[in-house]
């Protein structure tokens, strides 16, 4: 198994100090995405001063405030717009954006499947509570039919998309969705996200007991961690069984990896094709 750094050398590396306590309420999933995510950065060993992390609005959108990186906090739906100009604007940094489930798929969903488009090399992180967080429990578009939200409180009526098909269908080139769960394999899918070259896609299903499991019959962590383990079914196995017997459960694990040019290393090419045209006369 691949090392995995311990919580002294995090804090003192990568979290910045007097940034604590977070905001987060207790049991949130969104603590242990972000500590896989820097014990990612830390199994790469990537230049800390070349990494940057953007979000946008909403609880996941707080991770950039307690980490020493490079870091922006953008207006809601609109990170991966930000981070698409830093990375044209420097292709060395590694950008990374973390980004809740209403952030990405709601008022963010044209810039997420335009990234996809254009297999630009950023790592989107989607933090998937399946609900709006902060602003109290409004239904997002991967809250699933049936279940409750202070905009649903007979039951959702729509049918929620799953984002890593919309991802694979609009052309990231890695594609995975892990588990606030199954951390191991968590910080395996995250770390392969970041090196990959293109864009990145990790969904993330993470809890929410305060908004999401108290309205769903899930009013603690724990209940919401079992939920997790009992409704996934590892991309492996999935791939064994009929519709029927996947039933309900969530494929996890990486669905895509594939290689295809990325904008930034074309837009150099085109940069140098109008250098050697001026140069011509
Ligand atoms: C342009 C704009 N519209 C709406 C809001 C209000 N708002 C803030 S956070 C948020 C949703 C947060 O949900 P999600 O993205 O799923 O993240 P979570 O809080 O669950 O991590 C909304 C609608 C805003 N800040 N800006
Ligand atoms: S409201 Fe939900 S997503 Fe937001 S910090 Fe609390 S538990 Fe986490």
Not at 12 to 27: A, H
Not at 208 to 232: D, S, Y
């Amino acid at each position: 198994m691949a090392s995995v750094a311990s919580t002294s050398v995090l804090l003192e590396k990568y979290i910045r100090q007097g940034s604590w306590p977070t905001i987060w309420c207790s049991g949130c999933g969104i603590g242990t995405v972000m500590g896989a995510l820097l014990r990612a950065i830390e199994r790469l060993q990537l230049n800390q001063d070349e990494i940057v992390i953007g979000t946008g609005i909403g609880c996941s959108g707080f991770i950039y405030n307690y980490l020493n990186f490079d870091a922006f906090h953008g207006t809601h739906g609109r990170a991966l717009a930000i981070a698409t100009g830093i990375k044209i604007a420097n292709p060395n940094l590694t950008v990374i954006v973390p980004m809740g489930d209403g952030d990405c798929a709601a008022i963010g969903g044209n810039h997420f499947i335009h990234a996809a488009r254009r297999n630009i090399d950023l790592t989107a992180i989607i933090i998937n509570n399946e609900i709006y967080g902060m602003t109290g429990g409004q239904y997002s578009p991967l809250t699933p039919r049936a279940r409750l939200a202070t905009t649903a409180p007979k039951g959702h009526l729509e049918r929620p998309f799953d984002l890593c098909e919309l991802a694979k269908a609009a052309g990231a080139t890695y594609v995975a969705r892990g588990t606030a769960y199954y951390v191991h394999q968590l910080i395996d899918l995250l770390s392969e996200a970041i090196a990959h070259k293109g864009f990145s896609v990790v969904e993330v299903i993470a809890q929410c007991p305060v908004q999401f499991g108290r309205r769903n019959e899930m009013p603690t962590a724990i209940e919401m961690l079992r939920w997790q383990r009992k409704h996934t079914v590892q991309a492996q196995r999935a791939a064994q069984l009929s519709l029927e017997e996947l039933g309900d459960k969530r494929v996890i694990g990486r669905m895509v990896k594939i290689d295809a040019p990325e904008w930034t290393e074309e837009y150099a090419k085109v940069i140098e094709a109008a250098r050697d045209d001026r140069a011509d006369g």
